[in-house]
């Protein structure tokens, strides 16, 4: 047996669960379980991607100018040296806590917080700190109450992931002017487009604020580039430079850079996602309510119905999981009564609709 044995914190984490597949399925599988654009990419963005196709022999730009410049513009940002590209939004969370957090110090974030900031702390050999929510939200007060001094990074999914919920913009205001100086917060907005271009916007105004913020996105969900793994941050110019540092070079391959500057220009078909989960989020709420499973609001691309108890929600994931309809169990979010359904297609979201219609029915 090899004496070889990883550094303690390593043994200590546990990787990240992602959706998954429905493998050995016959016929259509509906996948609603990773919180996937429903109509795919942008036609654009796979233009964007033919037309470099004969260049994969090539390495990419190791600044991606093209691609950040592309980034800046739909944005309003005027400083493009502070916007940095990623390996999806997943490797920005990496390398910050790389970059700032570890033995002895602690990340901070709520508890039913997107798991890859647990996944991170501990990758790191930080100590993970979680606090309570209100009614599945962060709240300013509860998070500044969690802070100490050996805080340094507080991680906020806002729109959150796996709840839905979201704090106000003046919510975070008065969190991010209480927070001490030595604390960074890391707003991760993956979630930000479905609520609105005016939320990107205060999302961004956020980070010129103080110079402790950062704002994380990624293409993974609304510009439907889920595969290509791509992510971008808006981080004031010092922890920009930091960033920088440490990024891997050309961790973006060419396909990403070139879907990615064509995907966020593509307004129209920005709006257009938004408007259909919007219409169809809504009526998931509506009518999962009615069933008797209790749904509260969501800001995001998904729901998450309350089955009471945590068998009748294994029971309810398996009847869909018999359907050929895969959505995403989350007790290891610490919600095991309930389950996230992905805002679909049309047709997907109603036959969702009459299958848990039919289970209610039955238990």
Do not use: C
Not at 65 to 70: E, N, Q, T, V, Y
Not at 96 to 110: I, R, S
Not at 294 to 316: H, L, M, Q, W, Y
């Amino acid at each position: 047996m090899t004496t070889i044995r990883p550094l303690s914190h390593i043994e200590k984490t546990k990787p990240y669960v992602p959706g998954g597949k429905l493998h050995g399925a016959e016929g259509e599988v509906i996948m609603l379980a990773s919180n996937e654009n429903p109509f795919g990419p942008s036609p654009k963005a796979i233009e964007a991607m033919k037309g470099v196709a004969e260049l994969v022999h090539v390495y990419p730009d190791p600044e991606y100018g093209a691609l950040r410049k592309a980034i800046a513009e739909a944005q309003g940002i005027e400083d493009v040296s502070r916007v940095l590209v990623s390996a999806g939004s997943d490797e920005i969370i990496h390398l910050l806590t790389q970059a700032y957090a570890g033995p002895g110090d602690e990340v901070l974030f709520t508890e039913h917080a997107f798991s890859m900031y647990n996944v991170s702390a501990l990758g790191h050999g930080a100590t993970p700190v979680t606090v309570p929510e209100t009614d599945f939200t962060a709240g300013a007060n509860a998070l500044l109450g969690g802070v100490t001094e050996r805080t340094k990074i507080l991680f906020l999914a806002n729109p959150n992931n796996p709840t839905g919920t979201m704090m106000a913009v003046e919510s975070l205001k008065h969190l991010q002017d209480s927070l001490p100086p030595h604390v960074i917060l890391a707003v991760d907005g993956a979630y930000a487009e479905y609520v609105g271009e005016s939320y990107e916007a205060e999302l961004r105004d956020l980070v010129d604020r103080r110079p402790n913020t950062v704002m994380v996105r990624t293409f993974s969900k609304i510009y439907g580039l889920a595969a290509l793994r791509i992510g971008w941050g808006y981080f004031p110019a010092e922890l920009a430079a930091t960033f920088q540092r440490i990024r891997p070079p050309f961790n973006i391959n060419s396909f990403a850079a070139a879907a990615g500057a064509a995907a966020i220009a593509d307004r129209e078909f920005i709006s257009m996602s938004r408007e259909h989960n919007a219409k169809w989020r809504a009526i998931y709420v509506e009518r999962l309510n009615a069933m008797g499973l209790p749904t509260p609001a969501s800001s995001a691309n998904f729901v998450i119905p309350d089955f009471g108890t945590e068998e009748r929600a294994k029971a309810a994931h398996e009847f869909l999981k018999s359907r050929n309809v895969l959505v995403r169990a989350i007790g290891g979010y610490g919600l095991p009564t309930r389950l996230r359904i992905t805002v679909g297609a049309e047709r997907d979201n109603e036959t969702v609709l009459a299958l848990l219609a039919e289970f209610t029915a039955s238990r």
